[in-house]
């Protein structure tokens, strides 16, 4: 293995990866193992990673595991650490992706989205996965790291964490205006909320062993409306959505020693989007 492949190599790590089981996750997972490391999919529904089955076994191995987990209670998040180290005797990595994501541009249910009616108890649910389960999942598996002096966390936010959501995006023909679909205030919240708690752990965590960055993603196609892709894909200087393996590299650069100088950053990968 030459210098540079050494510096991306993640031979033996694990790395717990929370929503492991959405669109991103199993994209993360893949670039994990990828790189010789042992990805841990920790979801709260494993209907799309059961990791019995042979579809499971087959795209990963046998180095890979997912895990039924609910990052909102702390008690799951112990359970979760538990059986990582049960099973692997160690924990290198933690990827907080898990996020409630409200997909506007595919339904037509705008009741609860504007803010004048967004429900309280909706706010605490998204607030609740977004953040509050990205604190539980660092404090329990990062205080872990510690005891180690080694780790890295990396936490996904968005595009949305850098700049506001342009609603025009999801606007409905023959709607009025106060009944136009929205991306909901939640999702501003949680992702920049994400950016601070990234510069917080980054600092607190510095002479700990443990680097703490984020990485700011731009929409991923995934067979949404025509329409809302054009309008979308107008605001894009490279002019189209991300595929979704277009954040795998990012990943690995931010799990590895590649970017062992790097802490307390937001990577911005948006196809030049907030710089428009
Ligand atoms: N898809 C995009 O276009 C896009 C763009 C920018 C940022 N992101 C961010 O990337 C991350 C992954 O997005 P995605 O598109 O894969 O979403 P997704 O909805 O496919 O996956 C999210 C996963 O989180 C899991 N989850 C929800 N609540 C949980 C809980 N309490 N405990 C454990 N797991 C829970 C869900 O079951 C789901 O599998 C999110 O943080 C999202 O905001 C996505």
Request: with cysteine; aromatic share 8%.
């Amino acid at each position: 293995m030459n210098k540079l492949e050494t510096m991306f190599d993640l031979t033996g790590r694990v790395a717990v990866i929370t929503g492991g089981a959405g669109l991103l996750g199993q994209q993360h997972a893949e670039a994990i193992a990828g790189a010789g490391g042992i990805p841990v999919l920790a979801d709260i529904s494993l209907v799309s990673v059961d990791p019995h089955s042979l579809a499971f076994k087959e795209h990963f191995g046998d180095k890979a595991f997912a895990t039924k987990t609910d990052i909102t209670k702390l008690e799951s998040v112990k359970a979760l650490l538990a059986e990582v180290l049960n099973r692997y005797g160690r924990v290198d990595i933690l990827i907080n992706n898990a996020a409630n994501n409200p997909k506007m541009e595919k339904t037509a249910d705008v009741e609860f989205s504007r803010l004048e009616n967004f429900p309280l108890k909706q706010w605490e649910a998204d607030l609740s996965v977004g953040l509050t389960g990205a604190f539980l999942c660092s404090q329990v598996i990062g205080s872990e790291m510690v005891k180690h002096k080694r780790g890295v966390i990396v936490n996904v936010a968005s595009d949305l964490a850098v700049i506001a959501p342009d609603q025009r995006l999801y606007r409905k023909p023959n709607l009025p205006a106060d009944q136009q679909p929205v991306k909901p205030v939640t999702y501003s919240v949680v992702k920049t909320g994400l950016i601070g708690l990234t510069r917080y752990l980054a600092t607190y965590w510095a002479d700990a062993g443990i680097r703490v960055n984020a990485i700011s993603p731009g929409g991923i196609y995934n067979n949404q409306p025509d329409e809302f892709v054009q309008r979308l894909a107008n605001l894009i200087p490279l002019g189209r959505m991300a595929n979704a393996n277009e954040y795998q590299a990012a990943i690995l650069f931010l799990c590895s020693d590649a970017s062992s100088y790097m802490t307390g950053t937001n990577l911005v990968i948006d196809g030049g989007r907030s710089c428009w």
